[in-house]
């Protein structure tokens, strides 16, 4: 049975790294471009733009990872009558939210962007029309929320990573109509991304409806399950709230005490950040609809299982490949880049470090949430979280360099990731001692034989030499190590049994 399961998480693994591979090359080009083609200060305007509707995006992160975990635990059980009331249910909220969503973007929001940011005078007409397209965006992808969790939870991850792909290309051929005509490019990027989100969503619609009987969407009322979704959703509103503003927030911080120009160069720490990132959500988004499950039938092993390995290897694809960028950050962005912004180097380098240490995390909070036993868990990480705002406030008072927000933010996530573990041995029984054995120690070991020696070959080269020795000295040494490190016998047993089956595949073809 389980062997059935780790086959079907492998073959959405593959899919997901398939969708992810043509996602960050288009997405890096297009980030490089649409820099070019808007300037440094649109760009930024529009990344400041973005951050003030994130800002908003906590109602819908919370009742997004509701729908998954609850949609999930029915299919665990196997109740479909359950599942038709709770994706109806949902779909409910999501509708309330982007009414929510608008009203506040049309108040409190933009009463902040034309009062509170530095945005220059000369572009504050085309920065109000872009946060109104941008509003508009944002209620569209709330409303595809419950269509993509039902593809999650029945982990169809063919459809997840083809129409992701059709979304890049999509947004590719945005940049390329980007650069046509003497129109306001900052206006009409935000009116063509508007227009993909509003087929994207249609594209979700028609496939689910046509495949999943319980996504055909119907008005009802059941009191009992509004009041475990919205209970449920409440203590991860918190979280989303104390996550976003840990994000954005600082990401305001930085427009109020230095302008648009850094936060163009956070921008592009965060396109970096976010292409790396995709190996490690593509990774957890294969695991975390069996790790709900897992709980909903009482498997225990089998669970334990999945958070030590999804946490090991989580780390282990994300280091693999932003080891080479940490060694070369500075020659890859200005390859990659005609402008690069100041301190990019800086906060690129330190934002991949946090998602390092994010990346262990992700299997501990799905495992949390899928007890649905939250509210003390969101309570102490929130206000963990939260900590970053006036931290990182009183050090920029004080005068130090925009990077020190990045700083903050990796020491809270330290906490962060302590207190997780601790949660995870009260409420899943889960041995601290063998999460330190069987996570910690691999990655500490692996970190300690690539790290020294791939920075003292980096002294010894220089320009396109030191770039691709590095890299190859790196990556060799990060999969010698992961392989015969940070594997168990079992492990590397199944790695060779996959390469076999592969190698097979491929002679008969």
């Not at 005509?181 to 227009?195: H, W």
């Not at 190590?481 to 097979?504: D, P, Q």
Request: hydrophobic residues 50%; aromatic residues 14%; contains cysteine.
């Amino acid at each position: 049975m389980h062997s059935s399961k780790t086959k079907q998480i492998a073959k959405n693994t593959s899919l997901l790294y398939f969708r992810m591979l043509i996602t960050m090359i288009v997405t890096l080009y297009t980030s490089r471009i649409v820099l070019n083609t808007l300037g440094i200060e649109d760009f930024g305007i529009y990344n400041i733009i973005g951050g003030v509707i994130i800002l908003f995006t906590f109602l819908n992160v919370a009742m997004s990872n509701t729908t998954q975990r609850f949609l999930s635990f029915d299919l665990g059980k196997n109740d479909m009558e359950q599942l038709k009331k709770t994706f109806s249910m949902s779909m409910t909220a999501h509708i309330s939210i982007a009414v929510i969503v608008f009203l506040l973007s049309e108040t409190v929001g933009l009463w902040f962007i034309n009062t509170q940011l530095n945005i220059p005078h000369e572009r504050m007409n085309a920065a109000n029309w872009v946060y109104q397209f941008s509003i508009l965006t944002f209620v569209f992808q709330i409303i595809r929320v419950p269509y993509n969790a039902s593809i999650i939870a029945y982990e169809r991850m063919s459809f997840y990573a083809y129409i992701s792909i059709i979304e890049v290309i999509l947004k590719l051929a945005v940049v390329f109509l980007l650069q046509q005509g003497g129109f306001d490019k900052l206006i009409f990027y935000s009116i063509l991304l508007f227009i993909v989100s509003i087929l994207i969503l249609y594209a979700y619609k028609i496939y689910c409806n046509k495949k999943f009987i319980i996504s055909r969407y119907y008005f009802f009322w059941d009191g009992s399950l509004y009041k475990n979704i919205m209970s449920f959703s409440g203590w991860s509103l918190m979280g989303s709230v104390a996550s976003i503003s840990a994000g954005q927030g600082i990401n305001i911080l930085i427009n109020i005490f230095f302008g648009v120009a850094v936060n163009a160069a956070m921008g592009i720490a965060n396109q970096v950040n976010g292409a790396l990132n995709s190996f490690v959500v593509n990774f957890q988004t294969a695991f975390k609809p069996q790790i709900v499950k897992s709980y909903a039938e009482g498997d225990k092993k089998y669970l334990t299982q999945l958070i030590l390995q999804t946490s090991k290897f989580s780390f282990f694809l994300l280091f693999i490949v932003s080891i080479p960028i940490l060694l070369n950050t500075d020659f890859a962005l200005k390859l990659w880049l005609k402008q690069v912004p100041e301190f990019s180097v800086e906060f690129c380098q330190l934002i991949i470090i946090y998602s390092l240490m994010e990346s262990i995390s992700g299997p501990l909070w799905m495992s949390v949430q899928a007890t649905g036993n939250i509210r003390n868990y969101q309570i102490i990480i929130s206000l963990l979280f939260i900590l970053n705002l006036p931290v990182s406030y009183v050090f920029l008072k004080l005068g130090y360099n925009p990077p020190v927000v990045m700083f903050v933010k990796i020491i809270i996530d330290a906490i962060v990731l302590t207190t997780r573990i601790l949660f995870l041995k009260s409420l899943l029984k889960v041995s601290v001692k063998q999460f330190l054995h069987d996570v910690f120690l691999k990655i500490i070991l692996v970190v300690l034989i690539v790290i020294p020696i791939s920075f003292y070959v980096k002294t010894k080269f220089d320009g396109w030499h030191q770039v691709i020795i590095t890299t190859s000295i790196s990556i060799l040494l990060t999969a010698f190590g992961i392989y015969w490190i940070g594997m168990k016998k079992n492990e590397r047993t199944f790695i060779k049994s996959a390469i076999r089956k592969f190698v097979a595949i491929a002679k008969i073809r």
